[in-house]
């Protein structure tokens, strides 16, 4: 099969984008991909979105995104894996490149939330979970989450301290990032001060409503000397995406993510590498406890051991275990359908040496992309070339 | 969201939400909550209706305190995760109880109650909640 590689990438600063529309986000870190990568034109687009239909009542991104950003008559298409729409498009791109069908591949990730009022935001949200068995009570996202946290403190002996440190971690790495949504490191003591949102889980265990768009350019290694250096070429490594119970309460297991695992063994089968080979991990931290159950999911902790490495400091640029180099969804931000993309292009920032918060010598990363409550899971390894 | 056909969504659930019926599979014996055409564990699709008790314990909880639009009246109200006497595990409200009071392995009985009103001329959805036991 053909390797691919990701030869460009774009993406907008997440925040509140009151005067640009989801189109515009789009388009403007699209655009940015394909200039990165020097291409002018491209066989085909996948957009990652999870709820454009409830939230700007639009649907049909293929055809908008590809319209407006000029690209002509090529195939294009939505791919909605909830919050993990985004790492779901960017596999469904490079399955394209690797089958032979397409050359030149773009993948958009974008979400634009703010348009709607916060209450009907949650409830969109919500949507990821099982509307007749979850929403139906009157749960929200964060109230399922808080009922995992709640029970991986208990099973584990964790303190609501100990789980503000993921937050804290991301915060001082997304104050580096001039993209992040929230540019300054915070103290467990902000954490603690904060709110509940639902009990345990207070705001800033949790990561913001945002709009947002990134964009990557995925082509075959052959095709990508076309267009640029070796310097600028990331390979796809490895992925696998697997799915869970999408309602929380038929979990065999509540504290371990079964989807990760299974997505991650088939991405290290296909890199041929384990987990003790990667540099640093940009795992799907919507959460606090996510974080946790995430490191442990994918074998970078044994069960019940992930909130240790937060309390050990592996988890700074600077340990074993990197996390959240830009400052994940916490800080950077989680505009939902285009989080994975996001993940992507600072994976690539990071292989290629151009990260404001470099892991040194990085050669492989990790993207973890959760949607649901752990109900579908992207897992992709990135390499350099 | 359209209204017209809101009252068939729902009351295509009445057995579920009002009496707790779920499945119970005839070739493995597994219940489950709700019920599915294929069973989990063995992927038979010979699934009869299964008559849960109503008793449960409380596994986990929470009190939702920013909820989906729809749910405002009711702020703030606990969710919790039980598990049945039977085995599987729903979510649900629980009613009748101080937040206090809520722990890991509470005892819960089953109840019908008010889940949500739609607005003005809109139906009204009863459903499930858990309670502490009525000695």
Request: proline share 5%; with cysteine.
């Amino acid at each position: 099969m053909r390797k691919p590689v990701i030869i460009g990438v774009g993406l907008t600063p997440v925040g509140e984008h009151w005067r640009l529309a989801l189109r515009d986000l789009a388009v403007e870190a699209l655009l940015n991909a394909m200039e990165d990568a020097g291409v002018d034109k491209v066989d085909s687009l996948y957009v990652g979105n999870m709820a454009s239909g409830s939230f700007v009542e639009q649907e049909n991104l293929g055809a908008l995104i590809a319209d407006w950003a000029g690209l002509g008559n090529i195939p294009a298409v939505k791919v909605e894996a909830a919050c993990a729409s985004g790492g779901a498009a960017v596999q469904e791109g490079v399955k394209a490149v690797m089958s032979g069908l397409e050359d030149v591949v773009a993948v958009v990730g974008v979400e634009k939330m703010t348009d709607a009022w916060p209450s009907d935001a949650t409830r969109y949200l919500a949507y990821a979970a099982d509307a007749e068995w979850e929403l139906f009570h009157g749960v929200s996202f964060v109230a399922l989450n808080a009922l995992a946290m709640r029970l991986y403190m208990k099973e584990y002996g964790y303190t609501e301290e100990d789980l503000a440190l993921f937050a804290v971690n991301a915060h001082t790495n997304g104050a580096k990032n001039p993209y992040a949504m929230f540019k300054k490191p915070i103290t467990v003591e902000t954490v603690m001060k904060s709110p509940y949102v639902a009990d345990p889980l207070k705001l800033f265990d949790a990561s913001p409503i945002a709009d947002g768009a990134a964009a990557v350019i995925i082509t075959t290694e052959e095709k990508a000397k076309e267009f640029v250096d070796k310097a600028k070429m990331v390979e796809v490594a490895g992925m696998g995406r697997a799915i869970d119970t999408i309602n929380l309460a038929n979990r065999k297991e509540f504290l371990f993510l079964r989807a990760a695992k299974v997505a991650a063994e088939r991405a290290y089968k296909m890199a041929g590498i384990e987990v003790k080979d990667i540099d640093f991990f940009e795992v799907h931290d919507a959460f606090t406890v996510m974080a946790a159950l995430s490191l442990e999911s994918i074998g970078a902790a044994e069960r019940g051991k992930g909130a240790m490495l937060a309390k050990e400091g592996q988890i700074a640029i600077d340990g074993d275990y990197p996390i959240q180099t830009l400052g994940g969804l916490k800080a950077r931000g989680h505009p939902v359908g285009a989080t994975g993309v996001y993940q992507t292009v600072e994976a690539v920032w990071q292989l290629r040496g151009e990260a404001p918060n470099q892991v040194p010598d990085a050669e492989i990363g990790l993207t973890q992309n959760i949607g649901g409550t752990g109900s579908n899971i992207t897992v992709t390894i990135l390499r350099r070339v | 969201m359209g209204r017209p056909m809101q009252v068939a969504r729902y009351w295509r659930h009445f057995k579920e939400k009002y009496r707790l019926i779920g499945g119970k599979c005839k070739s493995c014996g597994h219940v489950h909550f709700p019920k599915r055409p294929v069973c989990p564990e063995c992927g038979s699709q010979e699934i009869e209706e299964f008559q849960f008790s109503g008793k449960g314990k409380v596994v986990s909880w929470t009190i939702v305190r920013n909820p989906p639009s729809g749910y405002e009246y009711y702020k703030p109200y606990p969710i919790a995760l039980v598990e049945l006497e039977e085995g599987p595990v729903v979510l649900a409200q629980l009613t009748d109880v101080d937040p206090e009071e809520i722990d890991f392995g509470m005892e819960v009985e089953m109840v019908t109650r008010k889940v949500r009103e739609f607005e003005e001329d809109g139906i009204i959805l009863y459903g499930y909640k858990f309670r502490p036991p009525i000695k």
